[in-house]
Antibody, heavy 116, light 108 residues
C-alpha cells in the first residue's frame, strides 16, 4: 500500500524559510514523480513543482520560480519542499503527492502559517 | 501557459446526474484527471486518463473528453458526493501540471 506522510504544521515569520518533508512507502521511490501543491484558505489547488527522483530533475511553476526548491533523499525515500522569502499570502496547506500521469497518492497536507 | 476552465458551482438533487465540465484548448489531445476534495481532506483521484476509475471508486463516476471540453459525470448523486472537484492535465509544451479552478458540487 502506497503511503505519503508529511511533516507537521509550521508557523513562520515573514521573510523566513520553511522546509517540509514527505516520506513515501509502498513502492519504489524512483518509479513515480513527486509533486507539491499549494492550497490557500478557501482557494483551489495550485501546482508548485515536481521532482523526478530517478534523476533529480525538477520543474517549477512560474508563480514559485526562484523561491521554491524541491529535493529528495533516495536513501530514506523522503522528498522535501523548501519555500523561501515567506509572505502572509503563503499561508496555506501544502500537499505532497505522487503518481505516474495522474496524481494517485496524496499526503495529509502540512499547514504553514506565516505571521509576524 | 495552458488554462483549464471549470464552472465555480454545480447543483443537483439527490438521485440525479451531475455533469462538471473542464474546458481547455484542444483538451481532447491530453489525458484529463479528476479529483474530489472534501472539506479538511486531501484530494482523491476519482477518474484518470479521461475515463478510467481507480480501484474503489464507484461506477457512478465516469469521464469523457472531446474537442475542447472534458466532462466528469456523477450518476445517481448522493449527499456524500458533495465536494470540490478539480480537473488536471499535463501540459507537455511547458512540462507543467495544470489544475482547473475547481467546481463546488452542491447536493440539494
Amino acid at each position: 500500500e502506497v503511503q505519503v506522510v508529511q511533516s507537521g504544521a509550521e508557523v513562520k515569520k515573514p521573510g523566513a524559510t520553511v522546509k517540509i518533508s514527505c516520506k513515501v512507502s509502498g513502492y519504489t521511490f524512483t518509479d513515480y514523480y513527486i509533486y507539491w501543491v499549494q492550497q490557500a484558505p478557501g482557494k483551489g489547488l495550485e501546482w508548485m513543482g515536481l521532482l523526478d527522483p530517478e534523476n533529480g530533475e525538477t520543474k517549477y511553476a512560474e508563480n514559485f520560480q526562484g523561491r521554491v526548491t524541491i529535493s529528495a533523499d533516495t536513501s530514506t525515500d523522503t522528498a522535501y519542499m523548501e519555500l523561501s522569502s515567506l509572505k502572509s499570502e503563503d499561508t496555506a496547506m501544502y500537499f505532497c503527492a505522487t503518481g505516474v500521469g495522474a496524481v494517485g497518492y496524496w499526503g495529509q497536507g502540512t499547514l504553514v502559517t506565516v505571521s509576524s | 501557459s495552458y488554462v483549464l476552465t471549470q464552472p465555480p458551482s454545480v447543483s443537483v438533487a439527490p438521485g440525479q446526474t451531475a455533469r462538471i465540465t473542464c474546458g481547455g484548448n484542444n483538451i481532447e489531445s491530453k489525458s484529463v484527471h479528476w479529483y474530489q476534495q472534501k472539506p479538511g481532506q486531501a484530494p482523491v483521484l476519482v477518474v484518470y486518463d479521461d475515463s478510467d476509475r481507480p480501484s474503489g471508486i464507484p461506477e457512478r463516476f465516469s469521464g469523457s473528453n472531446s474537442g475542447n471540453t472534458s466532462t466528469l459525470t456523477i450518476s445517481r448523486v448522493e449527499a456524500g458526493d458533495e465536494a470540490d472537484y478539480y480537473c488536471q492535465v499535463w501540459d507537455g509544451s511547458s512540462a507543467h501540471v495544470v489544475f482547473g479552478g475547481g467546481t463546488k458540487l452542491t447536493v440539494l
